[in-house]
């Protein structure tokens, strides 16, 4: 009888206390509550944030923070890239080239091709070192210019070739940049 009237009466105690216990919790929340309304809050209010010359210097350290810098830096002519911006960059040991003067229309075709670069081969491959990227880079470029179609050249491959008709064979798969890309031509 002692065996079970034990265990139930610590459970009851057990409610009570949690009972107790809660309203503790519920009483401190609402003094917690009383004291924000009390004190005047103000707004935080958010700005648009215009990149300076210093943010940008901030950024080329957060982009490297463990590894080396690359040999180049491609940018325009913004005033963002400021003295402060330009001293980073030589820290780095890193050249800067910059595209031609009042000639926004050149970013577009370079960020064009990394993007086309990077979605077409880079981000479906594991690199491992960097002699495995240039050969990868060329493997590429070589498919790239001899076989990718492009529909700025009307479906045709910068180093243009023949049209083939059906009864030179059967269509045949060449792997390309280690089978990523397939070229596909007629073979007797």
């Known amino acids: 009888m002692r065996t079970i009237a034990l265990p139930v009466l610590s459970s009851l105690l ?110 479906h491959i594991i690199v491992f070192n960097e002699t495995h990227l240039k050969r990868t880079l060329r493997a590429y470029f070589s498919y790239y210019h001899k076989a990718r179609t492009h529909l700025a050249l009307d479906k045709q491959c910068p180093e243009p070739r023949p049209v083939e008709q059906p009864d030179l064979g059967t269509v045949i798969a060449f792997p390309h940049v280690g089978g990523l890309h397939h070229e596909y031509r007629r073979t007797a």
């Open 14 to 123: 057990g409610l009570l206390r949690t009972r107790a216990l809660l309203h503790l919790e519920v009483l401190a929340l609402r003094r917690q509550l009383a004291m924000v309304n009390q004190t005047p809050r103000k707004r935080l209010r958010f700005h648009c944030g215009h990149p300076t010359a210093q943010w940008t210097a901030q950024q080329m350290i957060v982009a490297f923070p463990w590894d080396p810098a690359p040999q180049y830096l491609l940018r325009d002519r913004n005033k963002t890239y400021g003295a402060s911006f330009r001293q980073r960059v030589h820290s780095l040991g890193m050249q800067e080239i910059l595209t031609a003067p009042r000639s926004p229309w050149q970013n577009p075709y370079v960020e064009r091709l990394i993007g086309s670069i990077r979605r077409e081969c880079i981000d």
